[in-house]
């Protein structure tokens, strides 16, 4: 008789970085007898892959832990461990807060998790938040091959140097590494074999990256144009970037590789150089102008995505009111904005802060001006024929859902299945998805 499997409850928090290790720590435990579940209540082992870019973030991870004690008490096998950067922030200190967790797993530790998993249930200390030597990639178990859904993340270059005043990144996720180019391109054939047709290259600064290949180094650019030829794969993205490191080559690849989907996250946080300055986010608002300028040169017909803060320590109306011009002039399909959050040991959490009814204000103008612009440009697609991989069936018989190339939502109803790639003309654009007939 064979054993029933361990059951292994995984719940992501944060960026999508998080959602690709997540998916890799679900495959490091598999190797362990682990098969994944969706209840907590059945799970032999609980992670959470905890997120630390803002307060809330990192809190809802204490009160999540906090519903687990009546699983603990049922269940005196189950063991609990918090993943993440949020643990890799915190450390020692979650044991404390929170002593029903058993074990504690920094982001680069990931490939250690099965023996750390061992420790807690000999009853050890479980926890390793180190940067250790080794790429944690390079020793996790190469990825499993059962077929997978069209679409895929894989992580090409993590961490950051940039050093941005209000960010954690650069303290849990490391100095800024770049995955080797062999590495990169066998985990893309795999995931091509398994049925994937569209690839998403992760980075916390994707387009910083510098992959070794022997003596020399690849850009980003170069990457995508080798992933390209790969027989299969139709669709490739990449996320997120800074506007320090579009280089030449990269923008061109946004005219002259076909495959690279017409859509960019290009953050720039504000729009007052003062601000950006004491951001230190390298460049002025005109830069960033001229940059996304040249970027529609090579693809007039780019979405620009970006992400916002408003409520930076010292940000003036009339700061704020930069930003909100900066936007105007973009003009973005697609937006993330927050409200500046203090983050421990980051330069920025020791300035003066903004009055928070001020700052909530602000947020809300801008969210009001970002969500027109969205709905415009999604608007504006109507009429017009965008290719959409099919991702999914929706919710009514006989419709699918998958995204445009701009990766806007689009719902049609078609005899269609996931991983097909089709031709849709845009009839309706709902505020958050787009409606279409198959060309
Ligand atoms: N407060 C608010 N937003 C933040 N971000 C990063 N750090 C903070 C912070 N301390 C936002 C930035 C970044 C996105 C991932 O999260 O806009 O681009
Ligand atoms: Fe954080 Fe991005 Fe700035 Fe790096 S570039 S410090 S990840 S906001």
């Known amino acids: 008789m064979t054993e029933a499997p361990k059951k292994l409850y995984i719940k992501t928090y944060g960026c999508q970085m998080n959602v690709y290790d997540s998916e890799r720590m679900a495959e490091a435990m598999g190797g362990q007898g682990y098969a994944q579940t969706d209840r907590p209540e059945d799970a032999d082992l ?30 005196p096998d189950l063991k609990i461990g918090v993943a993440g950067c949020v643990a890799q922030a915190e450390g020692e200190e979650i044991l404390r807060r929170q002593p029903l967790v058993d074990l504690v797993v920094g982001p680069q530790s990931y490939h250690r998790l099965p023996e750390l998993e061992a420790r807690a249930r000999g009853g050890k200390s479980a926890i390793d938040t180190e940067f250790p030597e080794e790429m944690k990639f390079d020793h996790l178990p190469a990825r499993p091959k059962p077929k997978r859904g069209p679409t895929a993340f894989l992580t090409v270059q993590e961490g950051c140097d940039k050093f941005c005043a209000f960010c954690v990144v650069p303290y849990t996720r490391g100095a800024e590494v770049s995955r080797p180019v062999a590495r990169v391109l066998k985990e893309a054939e795999g995931l091509v074999e398994q049925g994937v047709r569209e690839i998403t290259l992760l980075g916390q600064n994707v387009n910083a990256y510098h992959g070794a290949d022997g003596a020399d180094s690849w850009g980003l650019a170069r990457l995508i144009r080798r992933l390209a030829e790969i027989d299969g794969l139709e669709r490739i993205r990449f996320t997120t970037s800074h506007p320090r490191d579009m280089d030449d080559d990269l923008i061109a690849a946004h005219g002259d590789c076909e495959k690279l989907m017409p859509y960019l996250h290009l953050p720039v946080q504000s729009g007052s150089d003062r601000i950006l300055k004491r951001m230190n986010r390298g460049h002025t608002a005109e830069e960033y102008i001229r940059l996304v300028d040249r970027i529609r040169s090579a693809r007039p017909d780019i979405l620009m995505s970006g ?12 700061d704020f009111r930069a930003t909100l011009a900066l936007v105007e002039e973009i003009g973005y399909g697609q937006c993330y904005s927050f409200k500046y959050s203090a983050r421990p040991g980051t330069p920025a959490a020791e300035r003066p802060v903004v ?14 001006l970002l969500t027109a612009q969205q709905r415009a440009v999604q608007d504006s697609m109507v009429g017009r024929t965008v290719g959409v991989l099919v991702e999914k069936s929706g919710r009514l018989p006989g419709q699918v859902v998958g995204k445009s190339d701009h990766l806007h939502a689009v719902h049609l109803t078609a005899n269609l299945s996931p991983g097909d790639l089709v031709d849709v003309r845009i009839t309706e654009s709902a505020p958050n998805s787009l409606a279409g007939i198959l060309v």
């Not at 997120?51 to 832990?65: G, M, P, Q």
């Not at 992400?307 to 009339?318: A, H, K, M, S």
């Not at 001020?358 to 801008?366: C, E, I, N, S």
């Open 355 to 368: 009055d928070p009814a001020k700052a909530d204000d602000r947020l809300q103008r801008l969210q009001t």
């Open 307 to 318: 992400d916002f803060i408003v409520g930076f320590p010292e940000e003036t109306e009339e």
């Open 46 to 75: 609980i992670l959470l892959n905890t997120c630390h870019i803002r307060e809330k973030a990192a809190e809802k991870v204490y009160s999540e832990l906090g519903r687990y004690k009546g699983l603990k008490a049922a269940n």
